[in-house]
T-cell receptor, first 116, second 112 residues
Framework: DTAVSQTPKYLVTQMGNDKSIKCEQN?????MYWYKQDSKKFLKIMFS???????INETVPNRFSPKSPDKAHLNLHINSLELGDSAVYFC???????????????FGEGSRLTVL | GQQLNQSPQSMFIQEGEDVSMNCTSS?????WLWYKQDPGEGPVLLIA?????ELTSNGRLTAQFGITRKDSFLNISASIPSDVGIYFC????????????FGKGTKLSVIP
């Protein structure tokens, strides 16, 4: 069983389109994240949700809208895609509450978005 | 935001050689972490360090939490082809430490 699964794994689309990436974790964790990895492999936090509530929203254009229907899911919707949005997007989860932050994030396999 | 300076950026080594990489920061942290990212996969935690001066091993991997709490290093001994990948240092940061800040990564290539 995959602990953190995200779909699709690959996404190729035209500029201006809207697309979504879905993420699910079966680890029972209370916190989920979206990270963006650019072409230089730099990993940067985008959003963090704890028990369906947004707790981190880094400087991300408001074209990016996360949605957490329950604590096991965190989806990412992107409007009006731009060339600079091309990257690998990673979903991750961790257990924060009643657990000292050990720093262990469990990552999905990534979703490679290519905007043409 | 906090910046982690990770070096070297990339390394090419012969199979069997030892490898060393490090991470420094101008800020103090109470936790240092090392992750590895295999090609086409997400990062996976290798070693977590929670105490200044701590030296922790995981198989052929050894990591140390610097005594100043501003740095950490990772050593890999007797490298093998499956050690190939990108190694990241990371620290919990932000309010409530709900996020990790990652270094820019060290890309390791092992020549058989």
């Amino acid at each position: 069983d995959t602990a953190v699964s995200q779909t699709p794994k690959y996404l190729v689309t035209q500029m201006g389109n809207d697309k979504s990436i879905k993420c699910e974790q079966n680890l029972g964790h209370d916190t989920m994240y979206w990270y963006k990895q650019d072409s230089k492999k730099f990993l940067k936090i985008m959003f963090s949700y704890n028990n369906k509530e947004l707790i981190i929203n880094e400087t991300v254009p408001n074209r990016f809208s996360p949605k957490s229907p329950d604590k096991a899911h965190l989806n990412l919707h992107i409007n009006s895609l731009e060339l600079g949005d091309s990257a690998v997007y990673f979903c991750a989860s961790s257990q924060i509450i009643n657990n000292p932050n050990t720093g262990e994030l469990f990552f999905g396999e990534g979703s490679r978005l290519t905007v043409l | 935001g906090q910046q982690l300076n990770q070096s070297p950026q990339s390394m090419f080594i012969q199979e069997g050689e030892d490898v060393s990489m490090n991470c420094t920061s101008s800020s103090i942290f109470n936790t240092w972490l090392w992750y590895k990212q295999d090609p086409g996969e997400g990062p996976v935690l290798l070693i977590a360090l929670y105490k200044a001066g701590e030296l922790t091993s995981n198989g052929r991997l050894t990591a140390q939490f610097g005594i100043t709490r501003k740095d950490s290093f990772l050593n890999i001994s007797a490298s093998i082809p499956s050690d190939v990948g990108i190694y990241f240092c990371a620290v919990p940061s932000g309010a409530g430490s709900y996020q990790l800040t990652f270094g820019k990564g060290t890309k390791l290539s092992v020549i058989p």
